[in-house]
């Protein structure tokens, strides 16, 4: 078993117990010693062990569309391990849907076994389930829950919660049960639900709970559904223009793949609102990197305030980043102030301060990423020298303290094809990976026409010697880093321009259109580009998460991403009756999952028609697609039908400035 999450706080109580908690059960920070594991979903043969089933398969076994698939996810909660069982529902009418596996209930009361415990992640809005048990002579024990959208949160429910028709529980019968199943029953719209390390809990029973972080601050309200919205039917708008795709599910003969992880900016102004549960949970989906500037101090007398400062933020963003973690940029400006000795001390006291504890022994989640300097401004030859030098003498200072750390540099302010040769070659053999911020531009009175053709290039409006990421990675091979070396976007957003308070000074990035953007860059350069941190965290005004907790279109474009076409995605081309710029497409293999993602650039609702090849026999699908005010994502599911040579989707529609991902899999597959 893996570590206990270490959660305090109620939410709820799970529907069917005898009454409401008055008072948090004891040992509600985790489970208690002597848990019995059923499946912490870290290998394919525990997810083989449930079988799916539904009213439409038993209707008609051989066409009928299947309600619920499971699989296994790499999303997983904060303490958690590398994978939880992904359990999909498409819509349902008057039906019934369920995962079931054996178990033997007998082991169970052997144990002493009072509870059944399980985290859950409910993904399209509050879930409502049932838990059943079950027996060899038919008797079927339920338990009905209510997942909140609240990120990751701790289901436990006693055995004698678990009652049958006659009104016996399932505790008084415990050796005879043999299954336990997840289970959906009347009509319902298309929803998500993970579960990870599923156990049987010891010790005396108590009232069904539902656990989540405790909110630093129990007064505030918060809103009550951060996560994406559910499904939603679909109706083509009469002023929709029309678009017909089409694309062949086949490998190329040099793949290319979908690379980029995904991240955010914070400052410490940020850390009040990473404290709060909804934002974490929100910040957890992305799986990010996070990243922090840290500006280096003159004179040492000024570092312990630094540290007063930035502790916090680390503390923070260290439990919202689990597996990728924060990444920490090291600034000081190159004109003198601070000297090079005086960088090279401060910045290893960082890796130091951050990367071991005071007996001297590294720490559990070290700091990995660490940048140095922060768009330097290169005037002269000198410029470039002084930068060159303060950058090396603080990553020989830096390693010598951490050897396992990546360094990089220089957040450049634009992919400027001087300033990085000059760059890579003043750094050899101490630079991991190359940096520099991408804005589509630096003033608000740029056209959606110029920022979408920056997106589309790579390149910022109105920097002349800027150069596409495609010409980045060959300076790379010039450098002899085309192996090792990485390429970072460590700050990105649709425009640069903001006010001294750090706002975004575009009022366009906080709408739909600025979700449009970021998809069109992430198709320009998701294949190319290893790291991408949008700017920022906190903020409306960047359309990312606001100050009441809710989140805006970049965000949820990012989640898009990160949910339906993640790194490792096979990308594959696709063809367009669309006008040139009117959309932006690509297609994708992950597994068995096969997407294609549309991003619709004009400011009126587009309905696509869409014709495939090389997609599995009866497949199903749904569409994934930013919900129009973009502030969450919808689902759509989707009628396949078999066409000449492949199968087609017809009635698809997007918003104005609208992002979706239709994602397809085989019918009655084990994905």
């Not at 299947?66 to 359990?87: A, K, Q, R, W």
């Not at 955010?264 to 990010?288: C, F, G, H, K």
């Not at 992919?415 to 050899?428: A, F, H, I, N, W």
Request: glycine residues 10%.
């Amino acid at each position: 078993m893996r570590h206990a999450l270490r959660w305090t706080g109620l939410l709820l109580v799970l529907a069917g117990a005898a009454g409401l908690a008055q008072e948090p059960p004891e040992a509600a920070a985790g489970p208690p010693n002597g848990t019995l594991l059923i499946a912490d979903f870290e290998d394919e043969g525990q997810i083989e062990a449930f079988v799916t089933s539904d009213s439409n398969r038993e209707a008609d076994p051989e066409n009928g569309r299947p309600l619920i698939y499971v699989f296994l996810s790499g999303l997983t909660p904060d303490e958690g391990g590398n994978h939880s069982l992904h359990m999909m529902f498409n819509d349902g009418d008057n039906a019934w849907a369920r995962a079931h596996m054996a178990v033997d209930g007998s082991e169970w009361a052997a144990a002493g076994a009072r509870s059944l415990r399980f985290l859950a992640n409910s993904y399209l809005g509050t879930l409502s389930l049932d838990l059943v048990l079950t027996t060899d002579d038919g008797d079927r024990y339920t338990a009905t829950v209510e997942i909140p959208s609240e990120g990751w949160v701790v289901v436990e429910a006693p055995l004698t919660s678990f009652t049958n028709a006659e009104g016996g529980n399932a505790w008084e019968s415990l050796s005879m049960v043999t299954g336990l199943g997840f289970e959906k029953r009347g009509t319902w719209r298309g929803c998500v639900l993970r579960i990870d390390e599923l156990q049987i809990l010891p010790g005396a029973g108590g009232t069904s709970v539902i656990e989540t972080p405790a909110d630093p601050d129990p007064g505030a309200e918060e809103p009550t559904d951060p996560d994406p919205r559910g499904g939603v039917i679909d109706v083509v708008p009469q002023d929709a223009y029309k678009v017909s795709l089409s694309t062949a599910f086949q490998s190329r003969e040099t793949p290319l793949y979908f690379r980029a992880y995904l991240g955010m900016n914070v400052t410490p102004a940020d850390v009040d609102l990473l404290e709060r549960t909804q934002v974490q949970s929100l910040v957890r989906a992305i799986d990010p990197i996070v990243r922090l500037v840290v500006d280096t101090p003159a004179e040492a007398s000024g570092d312990a305030a630094v540290h007063a400062r930035i502790d916090p933020l680390i503390a923070a963003v260290r439990r919202v980043a689990k597996d990728r973690g924060a990444m920490v940029c090291v600034d000081a400006p190159i004109g003198g102030e601070v000297t090079p000795q005086r960088f090279a001390d401060f910045a290893s006291s960082l890796v130091r301060r951050h990367n071991f504890g005071p007996d001297g022994k590294r720490v559990a989640n070290p700091i990995r990423y660490w940048e140095l300097l922060a768009e330097p401004i290169f005037l002269t030859d000198q410029d470039y020298g002084r930068a060159t030098q303060m950058y090396n003498s603080a990553a020989k200072a830096m390693r010598a303290v951490d050897s396992e750390i990546r360094l990089g540099g220089m957040a450049l302010f634009a992919s400027e094809q001087q300033p990085m040769d000059r760059v890579l070659r003043g750094t050899k053999g101490q630079l991991d990976f190359l940096s520099w911020h991408f804005y589509g531009a630096a003033g608000a009175s740029v056209s959606d026409e110029d920022l979408l053709a920056a997106a589309d290039s790579g390149l910022t409006y109105g920097v002349n010697d800027a150069v596409a990421p495609t010409r980045v990675l060959e300076l790379l091979r010039v450098a002899d880093l085309y192996e090792s070396g990485l390429l970072f976007v460590s700050e990105c957003n649709l425009n640069k321009v903001r006010s001294a308070d750090g706002r975004c000074m575009d009022p366009r990035a906080s709408t739909s259109f600025a979700g449009a953007w970021l998809a069109s860059y992430f198709v320009s350069s998701g294949s190319v580009v290893d790291v991408t941190l949008l700017s920022r965290l906190s903020g409306e005004s960047w359309g990312m998460i606001h100050e009441d907790g809710s989140a805006g279109p970049v965000y949820w474009t990012a989640r898009l991403f990160q949910e339906h076409m993640p790194r490792g995605t096979e990308v594959l081309g696709v063809r367009s009756s669309a006008q040139t710029g009117t959309m932006r497409t690509l297609a994708g293999m992950l597994n068995d999952r096969r997407m294609v993602l549309m991003v619709n650039r004009e400011n009126q609702p587009a309905e696509v028609e869409l014709t495939m090849t090389d997609l599995a026999a009866n497949s199903t699908g749904a569409l994934y697609r930013l919900a129009a005010d973009g502030k969450g994502i919808e689902r759509v599911d989707l009628t396949v039908e078999e066409a000449r040579g492949g199968h087609r989707v017809t009635g698809m529609t997007l918003p104005p400035y609208g992002v979706g991902i239709a994602e397809f899999r085989a019918r009655g597959a084990m994905p």
